[in-house]
């Protein structure tokens, strides 16, 4: 399967999907209502895409105007793919790192004074394997510094109610997209 990059400077830039047995894609109607949400703050920023699987919101971050992009993913499978959607861009500011979020986020948040966009979108709840995800993110969330996260946002099941503050950051606002809902925290 395939999806392309909707909008920036890589506009109709071809990009491939994984499986569906390993992750869940962003629907094109949240993909852009996110990024019509924060292209202005966008701009300058790092972002870094937890759960990364394809590592299309990166690129479309980078083709955005984000001064680097870093996608993170878990699953062997998916990172192939994801590193190889970032290296079809040839871009410079892109890097995607196999790992767990859990134990990479706070590390690059930590090693960079930079102004981080932080977009997780994790597996729901309901797959197996990933009980509590929300509950133990949240709790992340709350050790980042409003020094240099200025954003954090999530991709969520519409049925998981979110914080209304996590630590530093207030929720912002809730887009609802049927079954996936986004909260902007800042």
Same mark, same amino acid.
């Given at each position: ?16 999907? &994984? ?86 986020? &706070? ?15 994790? &597996? ?20 980042? /510094? ?10 969520? /099941? ?22 996936? /809902?986004? /909260?902007?925290?800042?």
């Amino acid at each position: 399967m395939k999806t392309q990059i909707s909008s920036g400077i890589y506009k109709g830039k071809k990009l491939d999907l &994984p499986s569906l047995n390993t992750t869940r894609s962003t629907k094109s109607l949240v993909k852009g209502s996110f990024f019509d949400t924060i292209r202005d703050e966008l701009r300058g920023a790092f972002f870094v895409e937890g759960f990364g699987g394809s590592g299309v919101m990166t690129c479309e971050a980078v083709s955005n105007g984000a001064k680097f992009g870093i996608a993170i993913e878990i699953d062997k499978e998916a990172f192939k793919l994801t590193k190889k959607n970032l290296n079809s861009l040839n871009a410079k500011n892109l890097e995607a790192i196999n790992g767990d979020s859990f134990e990479i986020l &706070p590390k690059i948040i930590a090693d960079k004074s930079e102004n981080f966009i932080i977009y997780l979108d994790p &597996p729901f709840d309901f797959r197996d394997g990933f009980s509590g995800i929300y509950d133990r993110l949240m709790d992340l969330v709350k050790n980042f /510094s409003k020094d240099n996260v200025k954003m954090v946002v999530f991709e969520h /099941s519409s049925t998981f109610k979110m914080a209304e503050n996590l630590g530093s950051f207030c929720l912002l606002k809730t887009r609802k997209f049927g079954a996936t /809902s986004l /909260s902007y925290y800042a």
